[in-house]
């Protein structure tokens, strides 16, 4: 599976971005999609998952309510619709898949990567 994340950019604080997770080579309708972020100088970072098939999702606490993921059979694509921002959001968000991740928090269940996009939001 081939991820392709974009959608990053600049931003004030208190507005919005939709990141999308293209895949290619294999259809999601198996997997786990999970959306991390890595700030400089910290640790790499659960944001949001999803189960393809079975819609389910889980958020860290840190951007409940403010962000929501979904996805997109037709296009083969995943979304992170990040609103109400703040400038701890700052990072690069990734896209990874694993077909059963028994932790979607995790970043050693996932199989599969993407490359990164940058979120900066300003104060």
């Known amino acids: 599976v081939q991820l392709q994340a974009s959608g990053g950019g600049l931003v004030q604080a208190g507005g919005s971005l939709r990141l999308s997770c293209a895949a290619s080579?294999?259809?999601?309708?198996?997997?786990?999609v999970g959306w991390f972020r890595q700030a400089p100088g910290k640790e790499r970072e659960f944001v949001a998952g999803i189960a393809w098939r079975s819609g389910s999702t889980l958020y860290a606490d840190s951007v409940r309510g403010r962000f929501t993921i979904s996805r997109d059979g037709a296009k083969n694509t995943v979304y992170l619709q990040m609103n109400s921002l703040k400038p701890e959001d700052t990072a690069v968000y990734s896209c990874?898949?694993?077909?059963?991740?028994?932790?979607?928090?995790?970043?050693?269940?996932?199989?599969?990567w993407g490359q990164g996009t940058q979120v900066t939001v300003s104060s």
């Open positions: 990874a898949v694993d077909q059963y991740p028994a932790n979607w928090r995790d970043t050693d269940e996932y199989d599969y």
């Open positions: 080579g294999r259809t999601l309708s198996s997997y786990t």
